[in-house]
């Protein structure tokens, strides 16, 4: 009895831990954005990006690696392109897969993580380590900035790649959107310290000796809900919903 | 008389587990094309239509979309503000010289205010259509977004497909709802 008690004391003590433990350095692997072409396969006239993603690794040498997938609006600029208003992040889609290795199907498990129903995820969080922080700020502190929303994930039988859907959203846009005046390289800078973006975080199995290289690459896009004005202004706007063109980053994964 | 119990209470369960596996409740919509918005649009030009006649025909503005729509009773689930449930999908678009269908799932939000019974749907369809994808993609063919009533039985609907670089819209009955309403929406959303 004496025993279990001590023991249950302990589980006590350790539960705090639970969120510190699951702190973990990450590496940034790139950032990208999606703009998009017209049908000859010429740029169209947007004037800036669609959706921007920013892309963090951790493969410590025990053959698991993670991937954190995390997307940025730029409703701006599409909002410009329709002549629409009152944009807002409906949808957030993102996935990771092996593209290129000597070593044949260097992924293996591939596990995306969250997948039931959603209120509030606001408890998880990691560090990364980013070229586009400065050295004294060279981690970010970052959570999950949606509020309501449905989460479904899908992995192919082999479970060599993986999606996460974040649907039917509602989002503060203000805390996953990046203003016009900073490029897309400056969406961590911009988000550090802050709350931002939409996420995904992927867990897999590698199977590279040291020295070996797979690529991995990682892709995102947003769907945006906003409404064009009437003809008249006593006319009812007209909705709509609309699916950016997606944001890649490939990327090497190297055996430890 | 143990044994005849015994036999009601198993044929009561197997019920249970037949009937009760996925509840559904059922709606279904026929509605024709929004053709002044559409033409409001064109003389816009706007870039919404880009990919209409590509992918729909000339005589898309002259449609019809029937679509039927099941809601998964068992995944009601009731936040603050509104109550919200996944809902399958499946129907058909009707030009005059083509018929493309379509199935999919999605969302539907359940919201009252202002007297209506407000249904805000938002699905992922797998959409036939003329212009054929290019590439593997994990993007969906086609997103139907709905408003629909349940008081006054109002309903607009809007179908996109594809992504900027390839966009196609038809509107689909007449918009009712006022901005303000779509900020009341939002509002009921945000609720915490």
Not at chain 1, 77 to 92: I, M, P, Q, S
Not at chain 2, 152 to 174: A, N, Q, R, V
């Amino acid at each position: 009895m004496k025993k279990l008690i001590i023991l249950l004391f302990l589980i006590f003590i350790m539960m705090p831990m639970k969120g510190i433990m699951a702190e973990e350095l990450y590496y940034h692997k790139g950032t990208s954005y999606a703009d998009s072409v017209n049908l000859n396969g010429n740029k169209s006239d947007l004037n800036g990006s669609t959706v921007i993603m920013s892309v963090s690794t951790i493969y410590p040498g025990n053959f698991q690696g993670k991937e954190r997938v995390r997307l940025f609006a730029r409703c701006q600029y599409v909002e410009d392109y329709f002549d629409a208003y009152g944009c807002k992040a409906l949808t957030g889609s993102m996935g990771i897969h092996p593209t290129y290795s000597t070593v044949n199907n260097f992924v293996s498990q591939m596990s995306p993580r969250e997948t039931s129903f959603t209120n509030p995820i606001d408890s998880i969080f990691w560090w990364i380590k980013s070229p586009y922080v400065s050295a004294t700020f060279n981690t970010l502190y970052a959570v999950s900035a949606y509020s309501k929303g449905w989460v479904d994930h899908s992995t192919p039988t082999n479970y060599t790649s993986g999606r996460i859907n974040l649907n039917n959203l509602s989002v503060d846009l203000s805390k996953i959107q990046l203003p016009t005046n900073y490029t897309y390289d400056k969406v961590d800078s911009y988000f550090h310290d802050k709350e931002g973006g939409l996420l995904g975080t992927f867990t897999y199995n590698y199977g590279l000796q040291p020295g070996q290289v797979g690529y991995i690459t990682a892709r995102g896009y947003l769907e945006y809900e906003m409404r064009i004005p009437g003809e008249t202004s006593a006319s009812f706007p007209i909705p709509i919903w609309v699916t950016t063109d997606e944001a890649k980053v490939n990327h090497t994964v190297t055996g430890k | 008389m143990k044994r005849k119990i015994l036999s009601v209470v198993l044929i009561i369960m197997m019920l249970f587990v037949v009937l009760g596996a996925t509840p559904k409740y059922e709606r279904q919509f026929n509605l024709k094309t929004n053709r002044e918005a559409i033409e409001f649009l064109s003389k816009k030009q706007s870039k919404l239509l880009k990919s209409n006649n590509e992918k729909f025909g000339l005589q898309h503005k002259d449609s019809q979309i029937q679509l039927r729509l099941d809601y998964i009773e068992d995944t009601k689930q009731q936040l603050s503000g509104y109550l919200t449930q996944k809902v399958e999908v499946e129907g058909k678009i009707k030009t005059p010289d083509n018929i493309y269908s379509f199935v999919g799932d999605g969302y539907v939000n359940i919201f009252n205010f202002d007297g209506m019974k407000l249904h805000n749907g938002y699905i992922h369809i797998d959409l036939e259509h003329i212009k054929q994808k290019e590439e593997l993609s994990q993007i969906s063919d086609g997103q139907i977004s709905f408003r629909y009533d349940e008081v006054s039985e109002k309903i607009d609907l809007s179908l996109t497909s594809g992504t900027l670089s390839d966009i196609s819209f038809i509107p689909f009955g007449k918009p009712f709802l006022l901005e303000e309403q779509y900020q009341k929406i939002e509002e009921l959303k945000n609720k915490q």
